[in-house]
């Protein structure tokens, strides 16, 4: 959530600001701005509420030029969404700054900065830190490095800043603290932003900023100092990412198409990973072997979608390593005193690797004598792969859509993956690691069937058109699924829709049912089967319409209340990664014909980097 990008070059910046915060438009906003210091050194201030678009189109009347700016997409916590709120946030008209993150002293700042006679023009806890620059740089007569300095001692909270001053041109400063931000190094130009998508466009080299550091830009040189003041030599990435890769190409939405890439990205996942029907335990790091022949118990620590892939792969892990698993919301987790299994392995997952609760969650977890820490994530530069032992990369691309898809599904092999070789140790045999193995490889060619399913579920959407409320049924590992399908319905399309297992039904949602409460249910092929089949007939007898996501073999036949469509038949281990494609679909068709932004619903963001 929120978007910084700045740059320093010898050429016009502010078409790569603009650029910048387009392409960072996935990560939820509702405001945006941009400070320049002109060719006259003055400081020059563009912001409103709304699109990106609409921030350009201003930018053109004001015919803004500049080597030299910062600009932010805001995602409103302290304060509506507002001009006046928008950042980048100005004192005076000499120093600019733009701020990810939250600062939670700021009402105590407020009051002090008010009797020094600074005057609020925002709701927001952002305002404080400029006046707080101020006070350092002109007031008291220090430069601008040591003003950023002074000032973050005196902030408690996470941020990610970008600072300019009308009296140092040509310097911009940024630091990071519980907030990503990266450099982008060009040839005689910088460049920083909150994620390497955003700068795509004007280079592929990048320094990731760790927590606590300064970085003090010009355009002919580059700083940087870590928390303790002592200059530090950052390594320099090479991104494999083109600047096509975050483009839509021939789809309408980014989802649409993070939906239609789910089979080559778990393609990927797998690559390098299973050597003759064997997971290579390799792939978790050099010393994992020796990690997992300790691990007792497993904690599983997540949120959103992250958390319902962590719920599947504690039915996996329980019923397939036979080892105990514990699951939490990160929030949760983080604000209790957990009780810690001997060996246990917290595993964390996370798409961006930047979810501020699962971060502190891991932190935490290591506070209290957690073992060994994995990451599941698909950001290798993240902070949350820096700071676990051991990382598995999803590799599933870059997910702009806010709703997450390919990511939730290579989170789910990659815990496959790691069943398997936990399970080595507690009592899985070669043979049954061959046939999951089997399940995993066969993927990819069964999700381009379930794909094939597009139009059919184009035209069941048609039935939610006019719906405000849904109810999503599952039993053992579908449950989870339930809740995911749910999540999506709710996330883009803005209908009401909960998640029950299915034997919950006779405990109190059954008064909910009724002929305008659809009814969405995945109905595999294993032992729950006739199980689920009562449950459903609960919802028939009450008028409830239902729809059935069936296994191919199953023959499961409908009737003017029960409408069903077949999945591609899997195995009972994989099922649940098959039958989240179609829900997924559902959602996007349903979100269409509802009219909403489908990649960037209100109210939420992508990377959610506050708590």
């Given amino acids: 959530m929120c978007g910084i990008v700045g740059a320093v070059a010898e050429r016009d910046v502010v078409p790569i600001l603009v650029e910048g915060l387009s392409r960072l438009e996935y990560r939820g906003y509702d405001s945006a701005g941009v400070a320049v210091l002109d060719t006259e050194n003055n400081l020059d201030r563009v912001r409103m509420p709304g699109k990106v678009s609409q921030l350009a189109n201003a930018i053109k009347q004001n015919e803004l030029h500049a080597n030299i700016g910062i600009a932010h997409t805001r995602w409103a916590t302290h304060g509506e969404p507002t001009e006046s709120n928008a950042h980048p946030h100005i ?36 305002e404080v830190i400029v006046h707080q620059l101020f006070e350092h740089h002109v007031v008291k007569e220090k430069d601008l490095l040591k003003a950023v300095t002074d000032t973050l001692n005196e902030l408690e909270g996470a941020y990610a800043l970008g600072v300019i001053s009308k009296n140092e041109p040509g310097r911009l400063v940024a630091t990071r603290s519980g907030s990503p931000l ?15 998508a955003a700068l795509l466009p004007v280079t592929q080299r990048f320094i990731f900023m760790e927590e606590g550091d300064i970085a003090d830009i010009r355009r002919e040189s580059l700083t940087i100092y870590n928390s303790k003041g002592k200059v530090v030599e950052r390594e320099i990435k090479e991104s494999e990412l083109s600047a096509d890769a975050v483009t ?14 789910q089979s080559a990205a778990i393609a990927d996942t797998l690559e390098g990973r299973i050597s003759g029907n064997k997971v290579l335990e390799e792939c978790f790091g050099a010393n994992a072997g020796e990690v997992f022949d300790r691990i007792q118990a497993v904690h599983i620590v997540a949120c959103g979608t992250s958390y319902h892939a962590g719920l599947i792969g504690k039915y996996w892990l329980e019923s397939l390593a036979c080892l105990p ?31 501020a609760d699962t971060l502190a969650g891991l932190r935490l977890a290591k506070e209290h004598g957690f073992g060994h820490s994995l990451t599941i994530c698909n950001v290798p530069e993240s902070s949350l792969v820096r700071e676990s032992d051991t990382q598995l990369m999803t590799r599933a691309g870059p997910e702009i859509g806010v709703a997450s898809t390919k990511a939730f599904t290579t989170q789910l092999v990659a815990l496959m993956l790691l069943v398997i070789v936990l399970g080595r140790r507690h009592g899985m045999d070669a043979d049954e690691e061959a046939r999951i193995v089997k399940q995993l490889e066969a993927l990819p060619a069964k999700i381009e069937k379930v794909l094939e399913m597009d139009k059919d579920i184009e035209a069941m959407a048609e039935d939610f058109a006019d719906k405000h409320h849904a109810l999503f049924l599952g039993r053992g590992q579908h449950y989870p699924i339930a809740m995911e399908g749910a999540l999506k319905l ?9 998640a029950y297992a299915a034997g919950e039904l006779k405990h109190g949602p059954l008064a909910l049912v009724d002929a305008e409460m659809p009814v969405i249910t995945v109905a595999p092929n294993n032992e729950l089967l006739d199980k689920l089949k009562s449950n459903l007939q609960e919802v028939r007898a009450r008028g409830g319409v239902l729809y059935v996501f069936a296994d191919e073999d199953l023959k499961y036949k409908g009737d003017e209340f029960t409408k069903v469509l077949h999945v591609a038949s899997c195995e009972d281990e994989t099922s649940p990664i098959i039958q989240t494609i179609p829900l997924q679909l559902l959602s996007y068709y349903v979100a269409l014909l509802k009219g909403t932004d489908v990649d960037q619903p209100r109210n939420l963001a992508k990377s959610v980097t506050v708590e």
């Fill in 248 to 261: 839509r190409g021939e789809y309408r939405h980014y989802m649409q198409k993070e939906i239609f890439e």
């Fill in 490 to 498: 709710k996330e883009i399309s803005y209908i009401h829709a909960e």
């Fill in 325 to 355: 698993c514990s699951v939490e919301v990160a929030s949760e987790f983080r604000y209790r005193k957990p009780v810690v299994h001997p060996n246990s392995l917290i595993v964390t997952i996370s798409q961006s690797g930047e979810t």
């Fill in 182 to 196: 990266v450099i982008g190094i060009g040839i005689g130009e910088y460049f920083i932003a909150s994620d390497v």
């Fill in 91 to 126: 004192c005076r008209n000499t120093i600019a700054v733009v701020h990810n993150g939250i600062i939670e002293n700021h009402e105590k700042l407020r009051i002090d900065q008010t009797h020094q006679g600074y005057e609020f023009t925002s709701d927001t806890d952002t």
